[in-house]
């Protein structure tokens, strides 16, 4: 089992900046791969960035490309989204998720474990 609790979340200008971290609990972290995702209302939650266990491979969904980094400390257990140069559209709640294995899947039924998320909302 995999406990995920999310922080960071806040209200933001455009153009601004938010770091998101999430502290997983267990002692074989190392052994998931991390993802982010988000969900705005009425939309699917998709996929914004995904990181390999041991860190070195990474997914940025084209959106937040650029603007997005994932990194992880294995030897903290967390996960942080630094996200820069926010844009309205990112306006959404962001979910932590960890699944067992080094493959960097994108699609939300992949993980296996999920935080409750944090809301991110981004003003113009």
């Known amino acids: 089992q995999v406990q995920l609790v999310e922080s960071g979340g806040g209200l933001v200008q455009s153009g601004g900046s938010l770091r998101l971290s999430c502290a997983a609990s267990?002692?074989?972290?190392?052994?998931?791969?991390m993802g982010w995702f988000r969900q705005a209302p009425g939309k699917e939650r998709e996929g914004v960035a995904v990181i390999s266990g041991s860190g070195l491979s990474r997914y940025y969904a084209d959106s937040v490309k650029g603007r997005f980094t994932i990194s992880r400390d294995n030897a903290k257990n967390t996960v942080d989204l630094q996200m820069n140069s926010l844009k309205p559209e990112d306006t959404a709640v962001y979910y932590c998720a960890a699944r067992q294995g080094a493959a960097i899947l994108t699609t939300r039924h992949e993980y296996d474990y999920w935080g409750q998320g944090t809301k991110v909302t981004v003003s113009s």
């Open positions: 267990g002692r074989t972290f190392s052994r998931y791969a």
